[in-house]
């Protein structure tokens, strides 16, 4: 079923007959347990009203990726950011619950002669919250810029393995390092952020991956602002690894979401000339050329988005080839 919507910042998403239709459809369906409109933002309103019409929850893009942020949330500093991320939806709540008092419950009524209306009272628990979490996050990255220090003074290049979520970063550092876990060397950084990780380059340099939160395009703009702290390390690295999930359908605007995020990272010129890409999961790209030939040199060319590549192979698959790629 395709409705029609009216522009998403409207207070009602849908026209009137087109909302009829819809809550006909998921009142009548008890398969259908939940709602997931893919807006950034629903006004809290507007989510109100929706799930009073459907009787089920409704979800946005930023609902829906805080809660997994949520779910995955394992290090102090990620249960931190997710509480700071958490608050704007509290503000709106609690707007929208006074709001729905009415002229009563609004500033004519103050909470047991403290001169404070409802609202102001909650809107400053909040504000102090806000200051507690920063405070607290302060705290750890402080210890964190510490500890990167020493890493420094000890001298372990570090490299940064970023992504769209999903393209494999875990994996391949799973694949650099072996088991990090049997590697008595790695008891040294222990304390340090779970997501650090050494391994050892062919030439037995020995260096620290970095596995890092992936992006997302859209990504609601305050959960982005609250974990770009996170990102700032990215900063501090030797080198850049991007792992691209190239058999997604969306690999290019994957890598065009990643490429904007970095840049708007403020990241030093010479960081992201250097940065190396890498095709992940090239196992599931139908008809890959090393299924078909034996290649026996690739020559990426990376600002030409293309490689030069010496194969052994058929007449009948270079044809295929040469169709595939013209020029
Ligand atoms: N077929 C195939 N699957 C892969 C490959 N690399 C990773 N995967 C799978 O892709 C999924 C995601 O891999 P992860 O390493 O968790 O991806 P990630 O980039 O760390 O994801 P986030 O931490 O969520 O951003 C897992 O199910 C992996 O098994 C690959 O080369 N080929
Ligand atoms: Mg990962």
């Known amino acids: 079923m395709v409705v029609p919507t009216k522009t998403p910042d409207k207070k009602l998403i ?15 369906s008890p398969e259908i347990t939940s709602v997931f409109l893919n807006v950034e933002r629903l006004a809290t309103p507007t989510k109100k009203d929706l799930e009073a019409a459907w009787r089920v929850p409704v979800f946005d893009r930023f609902t829906v990726v805080l809660h997994i942020f949520r779910c995955n949330a394992r290090t102090k500093e990620a249960r931190l950011q997710v509480a700071l991320a958490e608050l704007p939806l509290l503000r709106s709540h609690v707007k929208s619950n006074v709001a729905h008092l009415g002229g009563r419950g609004r500033s004519s009524r103050y909470t047991m002669g403290s001169g404070e209306s409802f609202l102001q009272l909650q809107q400053r628990l909040l504000r102090d919250r806000e200051a507690k979490i920063q405070k607290a996050l302060e705290r750890l990255r402080c210890k964190r810029r510490l500890l990167g220090q020493q890493r420094r003074r000890k001298e372990f290049p570090v490299v940064s393995v970023v992504g769209y979520t999903n393209c494999g970063k875990t994996t391949l550092i799973k694949a650099l390092t072996g088991d990090a876990a049997i ?67 969306e690999t290019e605007l994957q890598k065009a979401s990643v490429l904007s995020a970095l840049r708007g990272l403020g990241l030093p010129d010479a960081l992201l000339e250097s940065m190396v890409e890498v095709h992940n999961k090239v196992d599931l790209v139908p008809g890959w050329l090393h299924q078909e030939a034996t290649v026996q040199a690739v020559d990426v060319i990376p600002e030409a988005g293309a490689a030069d590549v010496k194969v052994i192979i058929s007449d009948s698959a270079y044809g295929r080839f040469r169709k595939l790629f013209p020029g």
Request: proline share 5%; aromatic share 6%.
């Open 183 to 249: 590697q008595p060397r790695n008891q040294l950084f222990a304390t340090l952020d779970i997501t650090a990780h050494a391994g050892r380059l062919p030439s037995a340099l020995t260096v620290l991956y970095m596995d890092t939160i992936g992006f997302l395009s859209q990504l609601p703009h305050s959960l982005v602002e609250s974990f770009s702290a996170t990102l700032q390390d990215v900063a501090h690295s030797d080198l850049i690894v991007h792992v691209r999930d190239v058999s997604h359908p």
């Open 14 to 28: 849908f026209g009137r007959g087109t909302l009829e239709q819809l809550t006909e459809r998921i009142r009548g």
